[in-house]
Each structure stands twice: as structure tokens, then as C-alpha cells.
């Protein structure tokens, strides 16, 4: 099963296994995660079956993130995006006023030992281009007012995604030193840098020249 068919056709239950027999602080139809991650130490993903669990945290990842990318960049659309997506908010309550980092989706459950580390690793790239694509589609489809290239730019602008991009010699590849990301946080950062700057080559190719 791709991660696409997996978003589409089995995240959604995966999402109510993880919130069953737990009080999520609904509101308006909008979950608060973050207890089940501050207080629980993620006991509540024993719930999601365990082959789903790296899928299910990358799209639970991305989802978060977007929609905290709206808070923070684009608040005068906050909003309208909260109620067309109704996606879960990573907070404590949803009168907590911060934010949680959405990097602890994945780092709390590698290090509670509900998924490994290389199954994280492995399914990120592929996240990575599905969280591009979905959000391009989004925006084009209901937010047109919204520029997918203005949302990424602010979006890798923030020091919460971007900030730790740093690098880290691997073993010797083909006789040349080999790059690669520090941390997870480094390799969301740079999948991300990568997927967008692809998206903005195919823009250009795509755009009307100006030329006779």
C-alpha cells in the first residue's frame, strides 16, 4: 500500500484507534493530542496496529504541522482552515496556549519503542512528497487565495522546521565521503528543502514564457 492510499483509506481509523477510551478534550469536533504524548508517554498508540504505526505517525506529523504552519504564517485564515480540515491540534487542552513541537511525533514514540528509528527514517521521503503534493492540491482547490509557494517559504523559514539542518559524514560511499542529516529533524528539513525546490523547477517549466 503507498502512503497516498494509506492517508486516503485507512489513517482515519488508525486516528480513532488512538483516541479510543481516552478523553481527546473535543471541541467543536477538534481533537487535543497532546496529552496522550506530554502524560501518557504515547501508551495510547499500543492501540494503532503496529506494521501501520510509521505511516500512521508521518501522516499524523504532516497533518500537524500544516495546520500549525496556518496558525503561525497565516492566522487571518486560520479559521476557515480549521473548519474545513477539522484536523487534531497538538496541544495539552485546547485552552493551552502553546503548541506542541510537532518533531515529538516521531521522537517520543521511536524513544518509548512504539516504532523504530529506520522505519521513521525510511517512510520520511516518501511523506515528504505526499505532504507537498496534498498540500499544493489543498490550496488550489479550496484557498486559492493562498500561494502553495508562499506557504512553503514561510514554512521552511520557520527555525521550528528548519532549524537544525545540520550535516554529518557517513561511511565512505564509492570511495567519497557521504553526507547525510545529523538528526530526524535535520532529514524532515532537508527532504522538505528538496521536495519544495522540485516543486518550484516544475513551476517554471510549467509557467508561459515571456520570450516571442
Known sequence: MTLKNYYYQTFPSDLAHLFRGFDPHEHAGILALGSIWAFSNCAQLAQVPADHRPQFLACLYFTVLVDQAMHTHFGWQARRFEELTRYPKFRVGLGHPAHMNPILIFE?????????????HQIIPEAIRLFVDETVSFFRDHMPEIQAADFFSRLLGDPDVNGARQWAYAAVVDGQPAMKPASLHALLAHELSSAVSELNKEAQQDAPSNGG
Do not use: F, L, Q, R
Open 108 to 120: 517520543k514514540p521511536i524513544h518509548h519503542s512504539y516504532v523504530s528509528a529506520d522505519a521513521i
